[in-house]
């Protein structure tokens, strides 16, 4: 391939480099992406330095792009000394592996300003240590928090000073404002991989003392999940790994359950069986029961663990596995995110206490709490069983909430 035409990027081609983004980073560092909404910040951030934000061109199409912000690095007698961050740094899915993105880099860091100390950046030290970037630890530079981070990374280009790295408001991207953007793009699904550096969105905790209950019970969560080995179990099958239920909807409260959906071309128990053998191994299982549904109308299997999560506290996973392409194919999922676009903190809050009120083994369906409160208005336990009464379970399957 040609070596790619570096430019400025043209304000018509803003809407197709936003897609370009959102492409590249889907479900990198976390299910979906927000990069491309930091992009469009960008436009009209005082803090981007538009000389350094490029596009990349090859055979006439956009290839890639590359951003920069103005930022800063906090010395602890309060003084601030600016510098320079990048990113994000992308490049179109299929031209990935062709050197446009270190092209791109190469490019920027060639012509930084006259007085730019340093530029910056969290990253893989393996890839930008290749363009002179070295560990921030040895400039004394740290996280906001005033942390050392082996992924801060340094490329000094002047006396480097030493304080906290502040890479400013243009990366701050909410989650609520991640999901707002993203309804102009086309719908995609978002998938969990073990490789990914978060599985829900990352925040600090809420005040509120029962939706901090929630918070804390969702973390624990996201850690046995990574520690498990159930995703590189899945992984190992070409499997596309979904999460759904109260883990994704931030919604736990007292059950320690994961649900997962996993996506296979075929449905074989035996391949599967194969698959988990180091995890029944590894002395984590406690009980593994399974049933065969790829007969019915969900066209699924069902594996259903019980997992040591750490001392004597046992996890549940329930993994179901979905055809791909099969009627149900990311329609749970789509109600989960449905469900996430429209709650309120209050509603969560009524949700939660409904969950917490719930006695021991009585296995109520999650869903049915949320549509009891967002449908029957229901504030407290005895509503919820009158409620219930009306209300056949069953109705739930194809139950969507709506917006408004």
């Given at each position: 391939?040609?070596?790619?035409?570096?430019?400025?990027?043209?304000p018509e081609?803003?809407r197709?480099?936003e897609?370009?983004?959102r492409?590249?980073?889907w479900d990198?560092?976390?299910?979906?992406?927000?990069?491309?909404?930091?992009?469009?910040?960008?436009r009209?951030?005082?803090?981007?330095y538009?000389?350094?934000?490029?596009?990349?061109?090859?055979?006439?199409?956009?290839?890639?792009?590359?951003?920069?912000?103005?930022?800063?690095?906090r010395?602890?007698?309060?003084?601030?000394f600016?510098?320079?961050?990048?990113?994000p740094?992308?490049?179109?899915?299929?031209?990935?592996?062709?050197?446009?993105?270190s092209?791109?880099?190469?490019?920027t860091?060639?012509?930084?300003?006259?007085?730019?100390?340093?530029?910056?950046?969290?990253g893989?030290p393996?890839?930008?240590?290749g363009?002179?970037?070295?560990?921030?630890?040895?400039?004394?530079?740290t996280?906001?928090?005033?942390?050392?981070?082996?992924?801060?990374q340094?490329?000094?280009?002047?006396?480097?000073?030493?304080?906290?790295?502040?890479e400013?408001?243009?990366?701050?991207?909410?989650?609520?404002?991640?999901?707002?953007?993203?309804?102009?793009?086309?719908?995609?699904?978002?998938?969990?991989?073990?490789?990914?550096?978060?599985?829900l969105p990352?925040?600090?905790p809420?005040?509120?003392?029962v939706?901090?209950?929630s918070?804390?019970l969702?973390r624990?969560?996201?850690?046995?999940?990574?520690?498990?080995?159930?995703?590189?179990?899945?992984?190992s099958l070409g499997?596309?790994i979904?999460?759904?239920?109260s883990?994704?909807?931030?919604?736990?409260m007292?059950?320690?359950?994961?649900?997962?959906?996993?996506?296979?071309?075929?449905?074989?128990?035996?391949?599967v069986?194969?698959?988990v053998?180091?995890?029944?191994a590894?002395?984590?299982?406690?009980k593994l029961?399974?049933a065969?549904?790829?007969?019915?109308?969900?066209?699924?299997?069902?594996?259903h663990?019980?997992?040591?999560?750490?001392?004597?506290?046992?996890?549940?996973?329930?993994?179901i596995?979905?055809?791909?392409?099969?009627?149900?194919?990311g329609f749970?999922?789509d109600?989960?995110?449905?469900?996430?676009d429209?709650?309120?903190?209050?509603d969560?809050?009524?949700?939660?206490?409904?969950?917490?009120a719930?006695?021991?083994?009585?296995?109520?369906?999650?869903?049915?709490?949320?549509?009891?409160?967002?449908?029957?208005?229901?504030?407290?336990?005895?509503?919820?069983?009158?409620w219930?009464?009306s209300?056949?379970?069953?109705?739930?399957?194809?139950?969507?909430?709506?917006?408004?």
């Amino acid at each position: 391939m040609k070596s790619p035409i570096i430019r400025p990027e043209k304000p018509e081609e803003f809407r197709e480099m936003e897609e370009l983004v959102r492409d590249a980073f889907w479900d990198r560092y976390s299910p979906g992406a927000c990069e491309h909404l930091v992009v469009h910040k960008m436009r009209t951030s005082p803090a981007a330095y538009p000389p350094l934000c490029l596009a990349a061109e090859t055979e006439g199409k956009l290839a890639g792009g590359i951003w920069y912000a103005r930022a800063a690095v906090r010395g602890k007698d309060g003084e601030s000394f600016p510098v320079l961050t990048l990113g994000p740094v992308a490049v179109r899915p299929g031209l990935q592996g062709q050197g446009i993105g270190s092209a791109l880099i190469r490019r920027t860091l060639e012509n930084l300003p006259a007085d730019c100390r340093a530029v910056v950046l969290y990253g893989d030290p393996a890839y930008y240590g290749g363009f002179g970037f070295r560990p921030a630890s040895e400039f004394g530079v740290t996280d906001s928090a005033g942390e050392v981070c082996p992924a801060l990374q340094v490329f000094p280009a002047g006396e480097v000073p030493a304080g906290a790295f502040d890479e400013g408001a243009v990366y701050a991207v909410t989650p609520e404002e991640v999901r707002r953007f993203d309804r102009d793009f086309p719908h995609r699904q978002k998938h969990i991989n073990s490789k990914q550096l978060f599985f829900l969105p990352p925040g600090p905790p809420p005040e509120d003392p029962v939706l901090r209950r929630s918070w804390e019970l969702g973390r624990r969560a996201e850690r046995v999940l990574r520690e498990s080995g159930m995703l590189e179990v899945w992984e190992s099958l070409g499997a596309k790994i979904r999460s759904v239920g109260s883990f994704r909807t931030d919604l736990m409260m007292k059950d320690r359950d994961i649900d997962l959906h996993v996506y296979t071309e075929t449905l074989d128990p035996e391949r599967v069986r194969k698959a988990v053998t180091p995890l029944l191994a590894s002395g984590k299982v406690r009980k593994l029961a399974y049933a065969d549904n790829s007969g019915t109308d969900e066209h699924c299997l069902e594996w259903h663990w019980l997992l040591s999560g750490g001392g004597s506290e046992l996890w549940s996973f329930d993994v179901i596995q979905i055809a791909a392409g099969s009627a149900f194919d990311g329609f749970f999922e789509d109600t989960a995110e449905a469900l996430i676009d429209v709650l309120t903190p209050a509603d969560r809050r009524k949700i939660l206490e409904l969950k917490a009120a719930e006695p021991e083994n009585s296995n109520i369906c999650g869903m049915e709490f949320c549509r009891a409160v967002l449908e029957g208005n229901v504030t407290d336990w005895n509503a919820f069983l009158a409620w219930r009464r009306s209300v056949p379970p069953e109705t739930l399957l194809h139950w969507r909430p709506k917006k408004g």
